[in-house]
């Protein structure tokens, strides 16, 4: 569907059609371990859509090769819960796929250009995500994890999500949170200013943060924290 020049996605499932059938050519060894039904070679099991950068010159992509909001959260949570339990093999391995299929679920959100509630409610997630990888691989050598890597894509997601709650604060017919976005947004906070401490920019929006985020235990804790770490 394609709405005022944006493309929206129809498909519904993890994979679409197209990338599926050229992933199951299994001689050719696309498929990763974790979409193999119960580990069995050659036999392909759950596909999910893999991150593929944009060439200059590509076409804008076709509304069935986008999978739809719906179908985009179905992926996250089957990523994460899932993908992510997933002990078969070490958690190097799972971080690998997982980080990837989130990278494009990212693109989609922005060639999409969804709504910030929409935005937020994949992005959430996915910083958790990367912020405990961070702290479960930091000790794996370089060629198992790179943490400069997942730092950057943390801070991308980190202030991408940050700019939709900014959007959504100045929407002057903007609903207030709700108890659980509430304490999404503020777990969400606290790791944007832990993961920057010490920064102008992170003092400034720590200061600067809405009445009722400054109110919770974890942004308080944190605020304290930047202003003893000026030295």
């Known amino acids: 569907m394609e709405i005022c020049g944006l493309v929206r996605g129809s498909c519904e499932r993890y994979c679409p059609d197209a990338e599926a059938k050229m992933q199951a050519h299994t001689k ?12 069995q070679k050659q036999v392909p099991g759950v596909l999910v859509k893999e991150f593929t950068r944009s060439a200059a010159d590509a076409k804008v992509p076709k509304a069935k090769d986008m999978r739809t909001e719906l179908c985009l959260n179905k992926t ?3 990523l994460l ?10 958690f190097n391995w799972v971080y690998d796929f997982v980080f990837d299929r989130l ?4 693109r989609e959100i922005v060639i999409q250009q969804f709504e910030p509630k929409q935005t937020i409610k994949l992005l959430e997630p996915t910083i958790m ?9 930091c000790a794996e050598p370089i060629e198992k994890f790179d943490p400069k890597i997942c730092n950057q894509h943390l801070q991308e997601c980190l202030n991408m999500t940050l700019c ?5 604060d100045d929407q002057s017919d903007h609903k207030e949170f709700t108890l659980r976005d509430l304490q999404r947004r503020c777990f ?5 200013q832990l993961f920057n401490l010490g920064t102008p920019e992170a003092l400034v929006r720590g200061l600067t943060l809405p009445a009722k985020t400054c109110q919770n235990y974890l942004i308080s804790f944190v605020l304290w924290l930047l202003t003893n770490c000026k030295s």
């Open 164 to 168: 939709c709650y900014k959007e959504l």
């Open 81 to 90: 819960k899932d993908i992510l339990l997933d002990e078969r093999k070490p």
């Open 76 to 78: 996250v949570e089957y």
């Open 188 to 192: 969400i906070e606290a790791l944007y």
């Open 103 to 106: 990278r494009m679920v990212r």
């Open 129 to 137: 995500f990367l912020a405990y990888s961070r702290y479960r691989l």
């Open 28 to 39: 050719k060894k696309l498929l990763n371990y974790f979409e193999y039904k119960d580990g």
